[in-house]
T-cell receptor, first 111, second 114 residues
Framework: SQTIHQWPATLVQPVGSPLSLECTVE??????LYWYRQAAGRGLQLLFY??????ISSEVPQNLSASRPQDRQFILSSKKLLLSDSGFYLC??????????FGNGTRLTVT | SQQGEEDPQALSIQEGENATMNCSYK?????LQWYRQNSGRGLVHLIL?????REKHSGRLRVTLDTSKKSSSLLITASRAADTASYFC??????????????FGSGTRLQVQP
């Protein structure tokens, strides 16, 4: 079965600092990978998805970027964090017509 | 824009009662999925219903889909305190770049009182 690892679980960063969140997947090869963000008390917003190494699609123009350097590794980054980047970031994997498997998320607070 | 808007936003019931949550969406879909989220955790898949299906059951869960009304409902029967969580519907639709992806609404926060 698929397992998704996300780290760190929580992160507090000052405005203007860089960000790197990592997600790795086990138990599957060539997975579709997704980054979602959830603001407090809100639904999930799709940020990026990837269908293969180096293939990244961005859904929302913003201060963030994503990279997929290896088949089962998905990284979310920012050069300079904004207050509005605070939220709960979730990595997920799955095929479009199948259930998504989510990681436990990273709670980011930008101060 | 977000798709899959749940209604109500919050629901509080007594243990043993049934809980019904509704979902509306705006565009055509391939399938619609329901997820559960415990506070501060990732989402867990509950059930998937395809666009050519009208009803699906899984244990105490019953999901309906009405593609003509672009709506779905999740019924949890004989609720338990452990069912307390947020529930999200997620239609599978084409997103901005043309690929299909799940889009989530704001969810229904269900509180089951023991």
């Amino acid at each position: 079965s698929q397992t998704i690892h996300q780290w760190p679980a929580t992160l507090v960063q000052p405005v203007g600092s860089p960000l790197s969140l990592e997600c790795t997947v086990e138990g599957t090869s060539n997975p579709n990978l997704y980054w979602y963000r959830q603001a407090a008390g809100r639904g999930l917003q799709l940020l990026f998805y990837s269908v293969g190494i180096g293939q990244i699609s961005s859904e929302v123009p913003q201060n963030l970027s994503a990279s997929r350097p290896q088949d089962r590794q998905f990284i979310l980054s920012s050069k300079k964090l904004l207050l509005s980047d605070s939220g709960f970031y979730l990595c997920a994997t799955g095929q479009p017509n199948s259930p998504l498997h989510f990681g436990n998320g990273t709670r980011l607070t930008v101060t | 824009s977000q798709q899959g808007e749940e209604d109500p936003q919050a629901l509080s019931i007594q243990e043993g009662e049934n809980a019904t949550m509704n979902c509306s969406y705006k565009t055509s879909i391939n399938n619609l999925q329901w997820y559960r989220q415990n506070s501060g955790r990732g989402l867990v898949h509950l059930i998937l219903i395809r666009s050519n299906e009208r009803e699906k059951h899984s244990g105490r869960l019953r999901v309906t889909l009405d593609t003509s009304k672009k709506s779905s409902s999740l019924l949890i029967t004989a609720s338990r305190a452990a069912d307390t969580a947020s529930y999200f519907c997620a239609p599978l639709k084409r997103v901005g770049t043309g690929r299909r992806a799940l889009t989530f609404g704001s969810g229904t926060r269900l509180q089951v009182q023991p």
